[in-house]
């Protein structure tokens, strides 16, 4: 059973959607967190790398891809980001989610030299929102920005209404056209 997770299933929906993952794939989830993403992308990924700074986020993701029967699949790494990509060992990375934001410019830096294709970046806000999407263009692997809002109903005197979640954007760049050179 997972822990709660901070991104929402609707938004994971969509999020695995815009990474475009296929069968094989070796994906990377920063600032995995419960390791919601990274579960979620495990039915077309064989290789993930989920990476967080905080000890508790890297307990509870360990404990829930063992839940969910993917350990083999998963290397786990207790780093900053920005250092964790840089020693990948991975020779490529078919795509990346970004959900924690902390030093998103040299994550976003970091991954194009190791993605070949989709990095998609989660955000809450709309000033760290406005920063990712300043990154990736001028990496030259901005392609679009969604604002996603989610309503989910409840009872309401016999009859149903609907409560808003906050909003999230996702941000999607993709580093096959950019012109980077991928190691």
Not at 151 to 174: C, M, Q, R, W
């Amino acid at each position: 059973m997972l822990s709660a997770s901070p991104t929402k299933p609707e938004i994971i929906a969509i999020t695995i959607a815009k990474l475009k993952l296929h069968p094989g794939d070796t994906f990377c989830d920063i600032g995995c967190g419960t390791g919601a993403v990274s579960i979620a992308a495990s039915i077309f990924a064989d290789t993930i790398y989920a990476i967080d700074i905080r000890e508790e986020a890297i307990t509870v993701a360990e404990q829930n891809f063992a839940a969910a029967g993917i350990l083999d699949k998963v290397t786990l790494l207790h780093r900053e980001a920005s250092e964790a990509i840089a020693d990948l060992p991975a020779a490529r990375i078919d795509c990346a989610f970004v959900g924690g934001t902390k030093n998103v410019e040299s994550v976003l830096a970091g991954l194009c030299a190791k993605v070949r294709g989709r990095v998609v970046a989660n955000a809450a806000r709309i000033e760290t929102t406005a920063r990712i999407i300043g990154c990736m263009k001028s990496l030259g692997i901005f392609e679009e920005v969604i604002h996603v809002q989610v309503s989910k109903g409840y009872e309401l005197a016999g009859e149903t209404a609907f409560k808003p979640a906050n909003p999230v954007y996702i941000v999607v760049g993709d580093t096959t056209d950019s012109g980077m050179e991928i190691h």
